[in-house]
């Protein structure tokens, strides 16, 4: 129980709102229904507690793997979120704009984070050094790693109800140029990132 707990802190840790998974937790929970904003956050925490299990037992070979092929993934995610940018400024250009968050499906939704999560594998790095810190020990073959993992995903998923206040704040029937607002800037900002993310990899090479 108390590597479950150590594991929610990590969780809640590492899905700190930073970057382009976070910036489209926030459009589709403030723009989204509520079912497609709850399965935005659950994809970047599956893909969080997946990260979580690996780090918890310990993998070595395949954290090895992700960190010496970090740069393939750095642009193919670059890539994913440049599109996924794309998607979101054109999303205020459409007919019916306040029935455009709807059809994102609910599996469509999920898959988007948890591919962009999954793509950037440093997510590992930083839950081995967050769990090391909190005193959890990983490398564990037990019941203790799915403990850790299932922490980890509920931590990471309980950003949600943060994302959800935000959303209160700005009032259940926001405006429509409250809406393409939403859409231009986050959809400018996870291009930002994407670029960001090519340039780092192919130019950079880091």
């Given at each position: 129980?108390?590597?479950f ?39 970047a ?12 037992l ?40 306040n ?63 943060v994302?959800?206040?935000?959303a ?24 930002a ?14």
């Open positions: 129980m108390e590597n707990l150590k594991g929610i802190v990590a969780g809640f840790i590492v899905a700190v709102p930073l970057g382009p998974v976070a910036v489209l937790c926030f459009q589709r929970v403030l723009t989204g229904s509520f079912l497609v904003g709850i399965a935005t956050v659950l994809g925490a599956a893909a969080d507690a997946f990260y979580g299990l690996l780090a918890a310990g993998l070595a070979a395949i954290t090895e793997l992700l960190r010496v092929h970090h740069r393939i993934f750095h642009v193919l995610g670059g890539l994913l979120i440049i599109g996924l940018g794309i998607v979101i400024l054109r999303a205020h250009n459409s007919p019916g704009r029935g455009s968050p709807a059809r994102t499906g609910l599996a469509r939704a999920f898959l988007s984070t948890m591919g962009l999560m999954l793509a950037n594998p440093t997510v590992i790095v930083s839950l081995v050094a967050v769990l090391a810190a909190l005193g959890a020990h990983p490398g564990q073959m037990s019941l203790e790693a799915v403990w850790i993992a299932g922490g980890v995903l509920i931590g990471s998923a309980s950003w949600w109800f994302y959800r206040l935000i209160l704040r700005i009032g259940p029937t926001p405006r429509e140029e409250t809406l393409r607002s939403i859409d231009r800037v986050s959809g400018s900002l996870i291009c990132f994407g670029a960001w993310e090519l340039f780092s990899a192919l130019v950079l090479r880091r």
